[in-house]
Structures are given as structure tokens and as C-alpha cells.
């Protein structure tokens, strides 16, 4: 009888342990869920809610970690809907600088430039978000693109004769948005400083 009485406390321990997991268990079983998983990923990107290029078994040629990655990113194409859609330029820039990221290319060694030269209201996607809902009566979809992208470590500039075109007031431009004269004197002395052009 005496036996049975010492072990009944302990049995009760023991099963009690098995029956309330511990926080660090809890933790572990949080992070494994679908969603737990895919905002840890995403708060791994370089853009945070933009992919990376898929897995391609035995690629050739992925970005390499040793070199200095200068790219003059020309955007002189719009979305079919500026007001409705981000465009596509800048998402498929936000693609390739997760990819970078993922392959090992560090933020240092990503010197990217965006230069927006559109011949069209495109062009507008440059404001603020203040002025281009005063102008079109929309949030403009873009800005919080912009944004990722430079706090990624990407340069945003502006053809100065396009804003001229456009008549835009400097006080409604994008803060994030450096005005140069002209699309193709910064172009030429980009790749004077070995930039390679790309986009549109």
C-alpha cells in the first residue's frame, strides 16, 4: 500500500509532462504552420512580398557573391492601368534583387539604379502619393515598391526633361526620386562608370 502511494505522485508528473508541451515546443509547432513559414521566408527576401526566380536543376550561370553587380535599370514602359497595377518593371526588378539576395550577393555589392523615362501619364508614378491622388484620384500603387526597393539599396532618378513635359511641381515628387537633366546623360555616364543597361 505504501508502495503505491509513493508512486502515484510520480506517475502523475510524468503524465502531466507528456500532456502540456513547453513553450519552446510551442514556439517550434507555431513556426512550422504554412503561414509562420512563409513570413519567415519573406522576411528573409531583400523585398519583402516579391519571388525569387524558381530553382533550375544543374543552372549554369547564377549570380556570383565576388562580383560588383552595376546595373542602369531603364523603366520607359507603364502598366496597362498606372492607377490599378504596380508596374511591371518594378516588380521584375524586386524579383532579381531577391535573387541576388538569395544567391549570396550582398547589399553592397548590389548597386542598382532605376531611371523612370516614360513618354506617357506613366511617367506620373514618380509623384508622391499626396499629389497623385490630387491628380488621378488614386493611391499610387507604386510608392510602396519604391520604398522596399530602396531600403534594399536600390537608386530611384527621374528625366528631368520628362518632368518639364509632364509640368511636375518638384514639391510633389517622390522624396525616394532623384531629378537628373536627362535620361540619356545619365545613362551615358552611368556606363562611362561601367554600369550595364538594362529594362526598357
Known amino acids: 500500500m505504501k508502495a503505491t ?55 549554369h550561370e547564377l549570380p556570383d557573391p565576388k562580383l560588383d553587380y552595376k546595373i542602369a535599370w531603364g523603366i520607359g ?17 524586386a524579383r532579381y534583387v531577391n535573387t541576388l539576395a538569395k544567391w ?5 555589392k548590389r548597386h542598382l539604379i532605376v531611371m523612370f523615362h516614360q513618354r506617357s501619364p506613366d511617367f506620373d508614378i514618380i509623384m508622391t502619393n499626396e499629389a497623385f491622388k490630387a491628380k488621378h484620384g488614386k493611391d499610387n500603387p507604386n510608392v510602396p515598391l519604391i520604398a522596399a526597393l530602396k531600403k534594399a539599396g536600390v537608386e530611384f532618378r527621374a528625366c528631368g526633361q520628362a518632368v518639364v513635359g509632364r509640368k511636375l511641381e518638384a ?30
Not at 36 to 50: K, Q, R
Not at 104 to 108: A, F, L, Y
Not at 180 to 194: C, E, P, R, S, Y
Open 104 to 108: 549570396g550577393v550582398p547589399k553592397e
Open 171 to 200: 514639391k510633389d515628387i517622390n522624396p525616394d526620386v532623384q531629378v537628373d537633366l536627362w535620361a540619356m546623360t545619365t545613362f551615358f555616364n552611368l556606363q562611362m562608370k561601367g554600369f550595364v543597361r538594362a529594362g526598357n
Open 77 to 93: 514602359q507603364g502598366a496597362k492601368d498606372m492607377t490599378a497595377a504596380v508596374n511591371p518593371g518594378l516588380e521584375t526588378l
Open 5 to 59: 502511494v509513493l508512486l502515484t505522485p510520480v506517475l502523475a508528473t510524468l503524465v502531466f509532462s507528456f500532456a502540456v508541451p513547453s513553450p519552446a515546443h510551442a514556439a517550434a509547432a507555431a513556426a512550422a504552420t504554412p503561414a509562420a513559414a512563409t513570413a519567415a521566408a519573406d522576411d528573409a527576401l531583400a523585398v519583402p512580398g516579391y519571388p525569387v526566380a524558381r530553382e533550375v536543376p544543374n543552372a
